[in-house]
């Protein structure tokens, strides 16, 4: 069974600042996809970014990119110019290519400090 | 936004007792999933549909069952309440390529066992 593991259940960063949130998975899988997710307070699930794994460049959204390494099976999401919107709890997500069933890791819950 | 609602959006109930929830979608998406999500897992997948009448077992699907009578709406039921069932659940559907798809969810679902 594929899992992921998120090692840091809080951090905090200061607003205008970088951070970044770990994330390491287990696979036997040499296609598959990673997710991040963002849970505000409000409850929904909002996909951050995706990474697609047989894609060699890293992933970026606006000010959220990730650094994937694929033979390390880390898959972790830098966070620039920190706003404090950007709080939240993180979940990272990995799904086999052909395969539904999609397995998050524990979360990170991220404060952003004015 | 991907079209979904949930209902009820918060519900308590007590042990032994039926209860079921609902998932609705605009889109017409194939395929519908129902996670729940707690503190210490994440969220983990009960069951999901990849059409009307077919659906499948996720990682969790004890004591849980599920219906799709209609494209847009899948129905998850609790036969008969437990504690351990106190959860946030959510519902979510597959969007992209065939293989590649993402998952989007719903608004969640606060259900409380007593």
């Known amino acids: 069974a594929q899992t992921v593991t998120q090692s840091q259940p809080e951090m905090s960063v200061q607003e205008a600042e970088t951070v970044t949130l770990s994330c390491t998975y287990d696979?036997?899988?040499?296609?598959?996809?990673l997710f991040w997710y963002k849970q505000p307070p409000s409850r929904q699930m909002i996909l951050v970014i995706r990474?697609?794994?047989?894609?060699?460049q890293n992933a970026t959204e606006n000010r959220f990119s990730v650094n994937f390494q694929k033979a390390a099976k880390s898959f972790s999401l830098k966070i620039s110019d920190s706003q404090l919107g950007d709080a939240a709890m993180y979940f990272c997500?990995?799904?086999?290519?052909?395969?539904?069933?999609?397995?998050f890791g524990a979360g990170t819950r991220l404060t952003v400090k004015p | 936004d991907a079209g979904i609602t949930q209902s009820p959006r918060h519900k308590v109930t007590e042990t032994g007792t039926p209860v079921t929830l609902r998932c609705h979608q605009t889109?017409?998406?194939?395929?519908m999933y129902w996670y729940r999500q707690d503190p210490e897992h994440g969220l983990r997948l009960i069951h999901y549909?990849?059409?009307?009448?077919?659906?499948d077992k996720g990682e969790v699907s004890d004591g849980y069952s599920v219906s799709r009578s209609k494209t847009e709406d899948f129905l998850l039921t609790l036969e008969s309440a437990t504690s351990s069932q106190t959860s946030v659940y959510f519902c979510?559907?597959?969007?992209?390529?065939?293989?590649?798809?993402?998952?989007?969810f719903g608004p969640g679902t606060r259900l409380l066992v007593l």
């Open positions: 889109e017409n998406h194939r395929y």
């Open positions: 990474q697609e794994a047989y894609k060699q």
């Open positions: 997500a990995y799904r086999r290519n052909n395969n539904n069933d999609m397995r």
């Open positions: 549909s990849y059409g009307v009448k077919d659906t």
């Open positions: 979510a559907i597959s969007k992209g390529l065939a293989g590649q798809e993402t998952q989007y």
């Open positions: 696979t036997s899988e040499s296609d598959y996809y």
